[in-house]
């Protein structure tokens, strides 16, 4: 048995642990966490890992969309990686808590353009 | 704006929104909800939903792993649909919600080589 209170195995992690996984940057400096991971209904492949930074960067608690492809788990820590700046944050697409955008294909495009990555076509 | 009480696009949903989506069987009937989603921590991807049934089929609260294959969104419905008979429930892995199993390989193949599937190579 896993230990239960983890919810985490070697390689699976449940849905309601992603929630409040660590995020560091590469320098192992803890960034923020992750609040929810936005899945496609019906491939199950989760495309964003939406970040809070909890004050970081005085960037208060806003949401911050992150394209799935630029997070990296990390054993060792037990958390994600991401490398990003103060200035790929700024100007950033973002949204209070309670006010999720649509998630269209317009916003998509928006927030990987915003980290210079191209659109996937699913 | 998406309906922010939703946290559901037209084609994502957020992970803390699955967790409780209804699932039906092919005639419509409901057999139970998602209890959370076990994802792959590197690719992102959902592997198992796994359902509770809630009382149905006398199946008391245990938790079922389900290959996500097995699970077809339905828009209509704005749920999952899943072929299961009481057969085929008789007998498939499940357990008690507070003792989640390891998830490894050899578990992993007895949940697919229950439900005739061939486990996969990651």
């Given amino acids: 048995m896993a230990d239960t209170l983890d919810r985490e ?7 309601d642990k992603v929630e409040g996984t660590t995020v560091y940057n590469p320098e192992g400096e803890k960034l923020g966490s992750i609040a929810n991971v936005m899945i496609d209904k019906r491939s199950g ?13 005085g960037l208060g608690s806003d949401q911050y969309p992150l394209p799935w492809d630029m997070l990296t788990y990390d054993t060792e820590v037990g958390g994600y990686v991401v490398n990003l700046s103060k200035e790929q944050l700024d100007g950033a697409p973002r949204y ?11 916003y998509g495009r928006s927030v990987y353009s915003h980290y210079g990555l191209t659109y996937p076509v699913y």
Same sequence: chains 1, 2.
């Fill in 9 to 15: 195995t070697h390689r699976l992690i449940s849905s």
């Fill in 45 to 57: 492949k989760s495309e964003y890992a939406v970040m809070e930074f909890g004050g970081l960067f």
């Fill in 96 to 106: 209070p808590r309670e006010q999720m955008p649509a998630y269209d294909d317009a």
